[in-house]
């Protein structure tokens, strides 16, 4: 009987909405800080599963006063029709998980954001390309992949080397094409 018991729960699958939290472990005293990195920690959780599907999530803000996060979906997650599931049912939970009374969970359009910062680079470089591998990394690498960045072409060609699942790589190269001016992903052996 142990036996069968062990098979089935090697058997059970895990939806990405019910994945453990930090707070699993703790009592509901010892809940987690409330901050940009913290709240970025626990989407970390999620990210996995946003990734292979083609999408992502970043933290654009948040508000200490008021409780609230302001996030952007990117990738597939961006235009999903069920973006709002994805926002409500999934990442709003886990993170309502985490934290007490937390305020507003809502999506930051990505042409809200453009536009408005001086500075930017009127060109690709290796250092923006950089930015995104480094955010999307930890989740590449609980999935099994691993990727090296070859080359950026100013002009927008960024050369890869992937290893892993190709939803993973999907993921990769939505991720990748949401940098700005990244226009083509190659990826070589």
């Keep these: ?15 990405p909405f ?4 930090y707070a699993s472990t703790a009592s509901e005293e010892s809940k987690l800080e409330f901050n940009l990195s913290t ?30 996060v302001y996030l952007v979906l990117e990738g597939a997650c961006g235009s999903c029709a069920s ?12 993170l309502k998980e985490n ?4 305020g507003e969970v809502a999506q930051v359009e990505l042409e809200m954001l ?15 390309v950089m930015k995104e591998v480094n955010r999307i990394a930890p989740a590449i690498t609980a999935m099994g992949g691993n990727m090296e960045v070859l080359s950026v072409d100013p002009v927008g060609v960024v ?10 790589q999907q993921g990769v190269e939505l991720a990748l094409l949401d940098v700005k001016y990244v226009k083509h992903v190659k990826f070589v052996n």
């Design 159 to 168: 050369e890869v080397r992937f290893r892993g699942a190709n939803k993973v």
């Design 114 to 128: 453009e536009g408005g910062e001086g500075g930017d680079p009127d060109e690709l470089t290796m250092e923006a």
């Design 83 to 94: 973006s709002t599931v994805t926002m409500q049912l999934g990442i709003e939970r886990v």
């Design 18 to 21: 019910e994945i453990p939290t």
């Design 99 to 102: 934290f007490d009374n937390i």
């Design 39 to 68: 709240v970025d920690k626990v989407l970390d959780e999620i990210r996995p599963y946003l990734i292979s599907d083609g999408g992502n999530v970043s933290v654009h803000s948040v508000n200490e006063e008021t409780r609230s």
């Design 1 to 15: 009987q142990t036996d069968a018991s062990e098979a089935e729960a090697e058997e059970e699958v895990t939806s």
